[in-house]
């Protein structure tokens, strides 16, 4: 793994966000095609459209609130890409293929009458 590390602008080193780091350096043409991202939905929106752009893979770990840990409250729910339904990052995940979820519409969807039940709530 090459490491690089971003820090403050005039201190000789990258500055930037991780994600322009990351484009800065991976190379298109690498023998490993795969970006792994965890972090807060906007970072992993972008670590997935970086890789999108590149026709790579993504995985993605969601952080997401986990309020039994067996899927049953529906707490950590996350939309799928399909649009059928959700998965579960205490059962399903929390590890996700940016292709079977929808990170657009991640990120406390699932808060309706402070069930945990996310059918029928539109976050945008």
Do not use: I, Q
């Not at 490491?3 to 990351?22: K, Q």
């Not at 095609?33 to 972008?46: F, K």
């Not at 998965?87 to 990170?103: E, H, I, S």
Request: proline share 4%; net charge negative; hydrophobic share 40%.
């Amino acid at each position: 793994v090459d490491r690089r590390h971003g820090v403050p602008a005039g201190r000789g080193a990258f500055a930037g966000t991780v994600l322009a780091l990351a484009a800065s350096v991976l190379e298109t043409d690498a023998e490993h095609r795969r970006v792994l991202a965890c972090g807060p939905p906007a970072l992993l929106r972008a670590a997935a459209e970086l890789a999108r752009l590149r026709g790579w893979e993504c995985l993605v770990s969601v952080e997401e609130r986990m309020g039994c840990g067996y899927g049953v409250c529906r707490s950590c729910v996350v939309p799928r890409a399909d649009g059928d339904g959700y998965v579960t990052a205490c059962k399903d995940g929390p590890v996700f293929d940016t292709a079977v979820v929808n990170l657009a519409s991640s990120g406390r969807a699932a808060v309706a009458n402070g069930c945990g039940c996310a059918e029928g709530v539109d976050e945008s």
